[in-house]
């Protein structure tokens, strides 16, 4: 554990739109409890899920850019909140570290120094690890108490393992859920912690997304969940803004919130602006706020 | 002046295809000292071994070069023929002129050029060769067999009636192994206990066998026809002669402990036997969990025995043994299905493992031989069989077949339906690969008769929802994932080398492959030796096995052990190292150097009553590997039979040509 | 036989039809090079078709991806909605027995139908791409109401998601201008220098 270190911020597109609220609160949150996060000058993509299936060197090369960059800021590790960045910066970083002559010629495309040392970190990694649970207990000010919390963690924060460079357990991750523990909640046992939910299928195969979300939200329904946390601006997407059109072809019509993890811990923490922040998503999260039981809030729904 | 007579062979078309035999055979009898050469085309046969010895008789040789095939092969061939004709067997040399040249070589000119080389070599080491002597060694005829489950028990049995004493050693309470736990065995359906208990109790009751339980082997040191090896018997509690068995302490024990004969799902008390059938049938007091042991009041046994027998302050007793022969049957293990995170990491209560199943379905089993699932004890009705789990997988480490799954989930199949008939199994495989005796019958029979629903493919994901377990998996043949929602699920796990098994292979002086399962000598014709020689294999230790390749494989071994004993000595190998005491300073690098701890040093009585240091090789262990003549400072060690001025002529005769 | 063995090699062609279809041996080689993954090295087990969150939408399983690039089956391959569809989860490399990186491979039979002018199947799925890529091309990163209202011109589906995109503006998540950041040419030069190098047949491009 290292006491307010700095960390390379590299937000991401989607953080800086759609996930603003993921944005705000992972700053507000970090600054609470002192960790510095140093935004990235003059980031750009990370490829995402589109790159890689065009062309290696083009996806390994764009996420190279923001890991030179990252270098030349001096700092060793950069922090990533979506799990999609992460993963792509994590892998092109452990490729470019394993195969030498892929780095060769990343670097003759970038005409940038890269000498591969710096390492793409999850921003839940670096709270629930390096903050970790001990610190945060402390910063609580308003403990989730009662509160049975889903923990999603989605395909790429912890997928493929060997080039991720994690310790989580890959069919069962635990950061999250210490996390939540940390805070008083208490986090569900439910098989779909890495399930997918469509990802970026979103805008073109709605179809696909709609079952695999209801899946996951009926899953954590059934496992007695009041809401869904999670890190990745695409499954906020496609749980929260898709979840009334996914349960609805699911027949379903229970209701379940969905956050950032950054936003329950504001919520935990005390954070002024928290509620706020809630009001950017399309299911009602205020129950969570509020700290109502999951039964208050579906029969809210089905009125 | 050496006589030399050089026969080269054409192998048919092997050799002479690539090599031009003639001019070989000519020229080589310009070699100095060669007095006869010739070709033939098939030397090893009888003909040209009788050219060999016509040859030695008119031309009066005294040494033959052979120039053919590898030593490996027609070496002893020919030492015996020339043996036959008179001469010592140690005076011929071969000259590999197949592996090393023909076979490897197209260009014929060339190649004949350097078959010539080979001989001129061959015979330049041949005119320095001298009368090498085999000595004889006694051997201690007495077996000691390391492991008691069935192929320890066969070995026993095998070499104690051919009329040797037999020390069975095993480390566990009882004998039996792994086959006691299991409940009917394939593809018979015999039941195990009732074909292996009346082998426990022969061994039991057998003269020329000495069971030793709860005991384990230390050290081994000495070589073939007299190893010394030192065994640990573990301290019991319990004094085995007062003993009657009455099993009135572990009634009244007041500590539970989860059962490992059970596999975890039953509970047997801090003093127990493991199972009724045990053999011997004596209690053994588990000292990490008795109640004395950790400071609390208690003695219950000992109030109760009738006998007296309980002895809480018994120790450990240490034995040295002499053996002549030893075989290796200590087994195997399950892998542990914990360790994959897709199928639960073992944190599933109806995600059980192949030998939990074969424990549910056993009589004395936990739950009296009723199917039910561990979470609520319900019998299930839909059953998930799953094959290869950790097996031919990369991913777990195991790239091997565990070769029994594949019967014994048939098995398992099959005995659900026999006892549960409106249970329905469905069996998730890769490939059925059921090559033994009524195998391929027995697993169609499972399916067409017993309506097993066969899967081809694998499981991805195992998970508990509510109070089913999900099981998502695909028929590739179909070509479509498959969900079941199943009541229990049964995973068929790899078979591992027990998790000591390096351990005790470095205390034999005996080779693991990559995986720690024991090297056999040779694959194919050497399946029960190992390099070591008075060692053999027998059983699942060597590699996952079924208990038909098992007990062949341990009457195989003592068989070995049989043929071995049934000599008055042993001959020691005339090729080992010997030093030039005189010579010797005694440096010690020859001890550190040989893998087989076969030199020492020793004390000498020098002249006007001084004494100095030497080493000295030991016959019966030294193998002839020549690692300490390379490592001699004082190039005062020689291996004999090639000899450093041999293989500095050999040399020679390469390079001054 | 000695002597009477003949020198030359046999003349057949060793063509191999599958299906009455002439299959193109050369296929999986060029599919192990762009992916460096070994096709052969699966034994169709199926793992990765169980666990793909995606295969019930599927043609092909990815198992039979595997299978029919293995084979030389280009035009079953390449035609393919599968390849489209995978999400890249890499559910299936984390659990292969074989650690085959089948996410790798769909990625570079996808490289391989666009580069051959496949008609792509998934129409819409194509277009997600290339309007993403060509949005991170030229402005370096991606302006997300941008790609939406792209990609609803080039598919035509006009009126979908329309109601939630409002709403994200109205929630101040759609940006309505896009940001420019400073590393924007060196980002469209890091495209065209990518572009430059697939079309020399670099072993790392494409």
Same mark, same amino acid.
């Given at each position: 554990?290292?006491?307010?270190?700095?960390?390379?911020?590299?937000?991401?597109?989607?953080?800086?739109?759609?996930?603003?609220?993921?944005?705000?609160?992972?700053?507000?949150?970090?600054?609470?409890?002192?960790?510095?996060?140093?935004?990235?000058?003059?980031?750009?993509?990370?490829?995402?899920?589109?790159?890689?299936?065009?062309?290696?060197?083009?996806?390994?090369?764009?996420?190279?850019?923001?890991?030179?960059?990252?270098?030349?800021?001096?700092?060793?590790?950069?922090?990533?909140?979506?799990?999609?960045?992460?993963?792509?910066?994590?892998?092109?970083?452990?490729?470019?570290?394993?195969?030498?002559?892929?780095?060769?010629?990343?670097?003759?495309?970038?005409?940038?120094?890269?000498?591969?040392?710096?390492?793409?970190?999850?921003?839940?990694?670096?709270?629930?690890?390096?903050?970790?649970?001990?610190?945060?207990?402390?910063?609580?000010?308003?403990?989730?108490?009662?509160?049975?919390?889903?923990?999603?963690?989605?395909?790429?924060?912890?997928?493929?393992?060997?080039?991720?460079?994690?310790?989580?357990?890959?069919?069962?991750?635990?950061?999250?859920?210490?996390?939540?523990?940390?805070?008083?909640?208490?986090?569900?046992?439910?098989?779909?912690?890495?399930?997918?939910?469509?990802?970026?299928?979103?805008?073109?195969?709605?179809?696909?997304?709609?079952?695999?979300?209801?899946?996951?939200? =009926?899953?954590?329904?059934?496992?007695?969940?009041?809401?869904?946390?999670?890190?990745?601006?695409?499954?906020?997407?496609?749980?929260?803004?898709?979840?009334?059109?996914?349960? =609805?072809?699911?027949?379903?019509?229970?209701?379940?919130?969905?956050?950032?993890?950054?936003?329950?811990?504001?919520?935990?923490?005390?954070?002024?602006?928290?509620?706020?922040?809630?009001?950017?998503?399309?299911?009602?999260?205020?129950?969570?706020?509020?700290?109502?039981?999951?039964?208050?809030?579906?029969?809210?729904?089905?009125? | 002046?050496?006589?030399?007579?050089?026969?080269?062979?054409?192998?048919?078309?092997?050799?002479?295809?690539?090599?031009?035999?003639?001019?070989?055979?000519?020229?080589?009898?310009?070699?100095?000292?060669?007095?006869?050469? @010739?070709?033939?085309?098939?030397?090893?046969?009888?003909?040209?071994?009788?050219?060999?010895?016509?040859?030695?008789?008119?031309?009066?040789?005294?040494?033959?070069?052979?120039?053919?095939?590898?030593?490996?092969?027609?070496?002893?061939?020919?030492?015996?023929?020339?043996?036959?004709?008179?001469?010592?067997?140690?005076?011929?040399?071969?000259?590999?002129?197949?592996?090393?040249?023909?076979?490897?070589?197209?260009?014929?000119?060339?190649?004949?050029?350097?078959?010539?080389?080979?001989?001129?070599?061959?015979?330049?080491?041949?005119?320095?060769?001298?009368?090498?002597?085999?000595?004889?060694?006694?051997?201690?005829?007495?077996?000691?067999?390391?492991?008691?489950?069935?192929?320890?028990?066969?070995?026993?049995?095998?070499?104690?009636?051919?009329?040797?004493?037999?020390?069975?050693?095993?480390?566990?309470?009882?004998?039996?192994?792994?086959?006691?736990?299991?409940?009917? @065995?394939?593809?018979?359906?015999?039941?195990?206990?009732?074909?292996?208990?009346?082998?426990?109790?022969?061994?039991?009751?057998?003269?020329?066998?000495?069971?030793?339980?709860?005991?384990?082997?230390?050290?081994?040191?000495?070589?073939?026809?007299?190893?010394?090896?030192?065994?640990?018997?573990?301290?019991?509690?319990?004094? /085995?002669?007062?003993?009657?068995?009455?099993?009135?302490?572990?009634?009244?024990?007041?500590?539970?402990?989860?059962?490992?004969?059970?596999?975890?799902?039953?509970?047997?008390?801090?003093?127990?036997?493991?199972?009724?059938?045990?053999?011997?049938?004596?209690?053994?007091?588990?000292?990490?969990?008795?109640?004395?042991?950790? %400071?609390?009041?208690?003695?219950?046994?000992?109030?109760?025995?009738?006998?007296?027998?309980?002895?809480?302050?018994?120790?450990?007793?240490?034995?040295?043994?002499?053996?002549?022969?030893?075989?290796?049957? @200590?087994?195997?293990?399950?892998?542990?299905?914990?360790?994959?995170?897709?199928?639960?990491?073992?944190?599933?209560?109806?995600?059980?493992?192949?030998?939990?199943?074969?424990?549910?379905?056993?009589?004395?089993?936990?739950?009296?031989?009723?199917?039910?699932?561990?979470?609520?004890?319900?019998?299930?009705?839909?059953?998930?069989?799953?094959?290869?789990?950790?097996?031919?997988?990369?991913?777990?480490?195991?790239?091997?077949?565990?070769?029994?799954?594949?019967?014994?989930?048939?098995?398992?199949?099959?005995?659900?339906?026999?006892?549960?008939?409106?249970?329905?199994?469905?069996?998730?495989? /890769?490939?059925?690969?059921?090559?033994?005796?009524?195998?391929?019958?027995?697993?169609?029979?499972?399916?067409?008769?017993?309506?097993?629903?066969?899967?081809?493919?694998?499981?991805?994901?195992?998970?508990?929802?509510?109070?089913?377990?999900?099981?998502?998996?695909? %028929?590739?043949?179909?070509?479509?994932?498959?969900?079941?929602?199943?009541? /229990?699920?049964?995973?068929?796990?790899? /078979?591992?080398?027990?998790?000591?098994?390096?351990?005790?292979?470095?205390?034999?002086?005996?080779?693991?492959?990559?995986?720690?399962?024991?090297?056999?000598?040779?694959?194919?014709?050497?399946?029960?030796?190992?390099?070591?020689?008075?060692?053999?294999?027998?059983?699942?230790?060597?590699?996952?096995?079924?208990?038909?390749? @098992?007990?062949?494989?341990?009457?195989?071994?003592?068989?070995?052990?049989?043929?071995?004993?049934?000599?008055?000595? !042993?001959?020691?190998?005339?090729?080992?190292?010997?030093?030039?005491?005189?010579?010797?300073?005694?440096?010690?690098?020859?001890?550190?150097?040989?893998?087989?701890?076969?030199?020492?040093?020793?004390?000498?009585?020098?002249?006007?009553?001084?004494?100095?240091?030497?080493?000295?090789?030991?016959?019966?262990?030294?193998?002839?590997?020549?690692?300490?003549?390379?490592?001699?400072?004082?190039?005062?060690?020689?291996?004999?039979?090639?000899?450093?001025?041999?293989?500095?002529?050999?040399?020679?005769?390469?390079? !001054?040509? | 036989?000695?002597?009477?063995?003949?020198?030359?090699?046999?003349?057949?062609?060793?063509?191999?039809?599958?299906?009455?279809?002439?299959?193109?041996?050369?296929?999986?080689?060029?599919?192990?090079?762009?992916?460096?993954?070994?096709?052969?090295?699966?034994?169709?087990?199926?793992?990765?078709?169980?666990?793909?969150?995606?295969?019930?939408?599927?043609?092909?399983?990815?198992?039979?991806?595997?299978?029919?690039?293995?084979?030389?089956?280009?035009?079953?391959?390449?035609?393919?909605?599968?390849?489209?569809?995978?999400?890249?989860?890499?559910?299936?490399?984390?659990?292969?027995?074989?650690?085959?990186?089948?996410?790798?491979?769909?990625?570079?039979?996808?490289?391989?139908?666009?580069?051959?002018?496949?008609?792509?199947?998934?129409?819409?799925?194509?277009?997600?791409?290339?309007?993403?890529?060509?949005?991170?091309?030229?402005?370096?990163?991606?302006?997300?109401?941008?790609?939406?209202?792209?990609?609803?011109?080039?598919?035509?589906?006009?009126?979908?998601?329309?109601?939630?995109?409002?709403?994200?503006?109205?929630?101040?998540?759609?940006?309505?201008?896009?940001?420019?950041?400073?590393?924007?040419?060196?980002?469209?030069?890091?495209?065209?220098?990518?572009?430059?190098?697939?079309?020399?047949?670099?072993?790392?491009?494409?």
């Amino acid at each position: 554990m290292q006491d307010n270190r700095a960390y390379a911020y590299y937000p991401g597109c989607s953080l800086h739109a759609t996930a603003k609220e993921y944005d705000l609160s992972a700053r507000a949150v970090c600054a609470a409890l002192g960790v510095e996060l140093r935004e990235v000058p003059g980031w750009n993509c990370c490829g995402a899920s589109s790159a890689h299936g065009r062309d290696h060197l083009l996806s390994t090369t764009l996420a190279a850019r923001n890991l030179a960059l990252v270098e030349e800021m001096g700092l060793e590790e950069v922090a990533v909140p979506c799990a999609a960045c992460f993963n792509r910066l994590a892998v092109a970083g452990h490729e470019l570290r394993e195969d030498a002559s892929l780095a060769d010629a990343v670097r003759n495309v970038l005409e940038r120094p890269l000498q591969g040392s710096a390492k793409a970190r999850a921003l839940l990694d670096v709270v629930a690890r390096d903050v970790g649970t001990e610190r945060i207990r402390d910063a609580v000010r308003r403990p989730l108490e009662g509160l049975k919390v889903a923990c999603y963690y989605g395909c790429l924060l912890v997928r493929p393992p060997r080039a991720l460079e994690t310790d989580e357990r890959v069919e069962d991750p635990q950061s999250l859920d210490e996390l939540v523990r940390a805070m008083g909640g208490e986090p569900v046992e439910w098989p779909h912690k890495t399930e997918c939910c469509g990802a970026a299928l979103s805008l073109t195969r709605t179809d696909v997304v709609r079952r695999l979300s209801a899946d996951i939200l =009926k899953m954590a329904r059934d496992c007695g969940a009041d809401c869904i946390v999670c890190a990745c601006p695409l499954c906020m997407t496609n749980l929260d803004m898709r979840q009334g059109e996914a349960l =609805k072809a699911a027949g379903e019509r229970f209701r379940i919130p969905v956050l950032y993890f950054t936003e329950l811990m504001a919520l935990a923490m005390g954070i002024p602006d928290a509620e706020r922040w809630l009001k950017m998503h399309f299911v009602d999260a205020s129950a969570v706020a509020r700290r109502e039981s999951a039964a208050a809030q579906s029969t809210e729904a089905q009125q | 002046m050496a006589r030399v007579g050089v026969f080269v062979c054409w192998c048919g078309s092997n050799i002479a295809r690539t090599v031009d035999v003639q001019r070989v055979a000519e020229a080589a009898g310009r070699i100095p000292g060669v007095v006869f050469a @010739t070709d033939y085309k098939y030397m090893c046969s009888e003909p040209g071994q009788t050219m060999v010895q016509d040859a030695i008789r008119d031309h009066r040789l005294d040494r033959v070069v052979v120039a053919s095939c590898s030593p490996r092969l027609h070496e002893p061939t020919f030492q015996r023929c020339i043996s036959e004709a008179g001469l010592n067997p140690y005076m011929v040399e071969m000259a590999n002129i197949r592996e090393h040249c023909s076979w490897v070589h197209q260009d014929k000119d060339a190649a004949t050029e350097k078959a010539i080389d080979l001989v001129r070599m061959a015979v330049a080491k041949a005119r320095r060769d001298f009368p090498l002597f085999r000595n004889e060694i006694p051997i201690t005829k007495r077996a000691l067999v390391i492991g008691g489950g069935v192929a320890g028990i066969q070995a026993a049995l095998d070499i104690a009636d051919a009329g040797y004493p037999v020390t069975l050693v095993e480390r566990t309470p009882s004998i039996g192994g792994r086959m006691a736990q299991y409940d009917k @065995t394939f593809p018979t359906l015999d039941c195990a206990a009732c074909i292996l208990t009346p082998k426990m109790v022969d061994c039991a009751s057998h003269p020329n066998i000495t069971i030793l339980t709860y005991a384990e082997v230390e050290e081994v040191t000495g070589f073939v026809g007299n190893f010394n090896v030192r065994i640990r018997k573990k301290a019991r509690g319990v004094d /085995m002669e007062k003993c009657t068995g009455c099993g009135v302490c572990y009634s009244k024990c007041p500590v539970k402990v989860p059962n490992e004969f059970e596999e975890g799902m039953g509970e047997r008390r801090a003093i127990y036997v493991p199972f009724p059938q045990a053999v011997p049938n004596v209690p053994v007091i588990d000292r990490e969990h008795c109640r004395l042991n950790n %400071d609390l009041k208690c003695g219950v046994c000992q109030k109760l025995c009738p006998t007296g027998a309980i002895a809480y302050d018994q120790q450990d007793e240490v034995v040295t043994e002499q053996f002549g022969a030893i075989v290796v049957a @200590t087994g195997f293990r399950m892998w542990d299905h914990s360790q994959i995170g897709e199928y639960g990491y073992g944190s599933i209560p109806d995600v059980i493992s192949g030998l939990q199943f074969e424990r549910l379905m056993n009589a004395s089993g936990p739950t009296e031989g009723k199917i039910v699932r561990p979470s609520d004890h319900k019998p299930p009705k839909t059953v998930v069989f799953v094959a290869c789990v950790g097996s031919r997988s990369e991913n777990h480490g195991h790239e091997y077949c565990s070769k029994v799954c594949c019967m014994y989930t048939a098995k398992h199949a099959l005995l659900l339906k026999e006892k549960y008939p409106d249970t329905q199994s469905y069996v998730f495989y /890769m490939d059925i690969r059921a090559n033994g005796k009524g195998y391929e019958e027995f697993v169609r029979r499972t399916i067409e008769e017993y309506g097993a629903n066969y899967i081809r493919g694998r499981v991805s994901r195992i998970y508990r929802h509510g109070d089913k377990v999900v099981v998502k998996g695909a %028929d590739t043949l179909l070509g479509r994932p498959v969900e079941i929602e199943a009541d /229990m699920v049964v995973l068929a796990t790899a /078979m591992e080398p027990q998790d000591d098994a390096k351990d005790l292979a470095r205390k034999l002086g005996i080779s693991t492959d990559q995986h720690n399962w024991f090297s056999e000598a040779h694959p194919k014709l050497k399946p029960v030796e190992v390099l070591s020689s008075g060692i053999f294999l027998a059983g699942a230790c060597q590699y996952p096995k079924d208990i038909p390749d @098992t007990v062949a494989q341990a009457s195989g071994a003592a068989s070995k052990v049989a043929g071995l004993f049934s000599k008055p000595h !042993l001959l020691s190998e005339p090729m080992i190292a010997s030093v030039r005491e005189e010579d010797c300073a005694a440096c010690g690098q020859c001890v550190q150097v040989c893998p087989f701890s076969a030199i020492e040093l020793v004390e000498l009585n020098g002249r006007n009553g001084a004494s100095r240091r030497a080493a000295r090789v030991n016959e019966g262990l030294c193998h002839g590997c020549g690692t300490c003549v390379a490592g001699c400072r004082g190039s005062c060690i020689d291996l004999r039979g090639f000899t450093n001025a041999q293989v500095l002529s050999e040399i020679d005769a390469l390079a !001054l040509a | 036989m000695g002597d009477a063995i003949s020198a030359e090699s046999a003349t057949t062609s060793g063509e191999v039809r599958i299906g009455g279809t002439k299959t193109e041996p050369g296929f999986c080689r060029e599919v192990e090079r762009l992916s460096g993954q070994k096709l052969s090295a699966c034994y169709q087990c199926g793992e990765c078709t169980a666990g793909c969150p995606v295969a019930f939408a599927m043609d092909l399983m990815p198992n039979q991806v595997t299978r029919m690039a293995l084979a030389g089956m280009v035009d079953e391959v390449l035609q393919s909605r599968s390849i489209w569809l995978c999400v890249g989860c890499n559910t299936c490399v984390t659990r292969c027995p074989r650690l085959v990186d089948l996410p790798r491979v769909m990625d570079s039979v996808r490289q391989i139908a666009t580069r051959r002018g496949v008609r792509c199947p998934e129409p819409a799925i194509r277009a997600f791409h290339d309007t993403f890529l060509q949005g991170v091309e030229r402005g370096g990163r991606l302006h997300e109401l941008a790609l939406v209202a792209a990609l609803k011109l080039k598919t035509g589906r006009l009126f979908q998601d329309v109601p939630a995109g409002m709403a994200m503006v109205a929630k101040g998540k759609l940006a309505i201008l896009p940001e420019t950041p400073e590393g924007k040419a060196e980002v469209r030069r890091i495209f065209e220098e990518c572009r430059r190098r697939a079309g020399e047949g670099d072993d790392h491009a494409g």
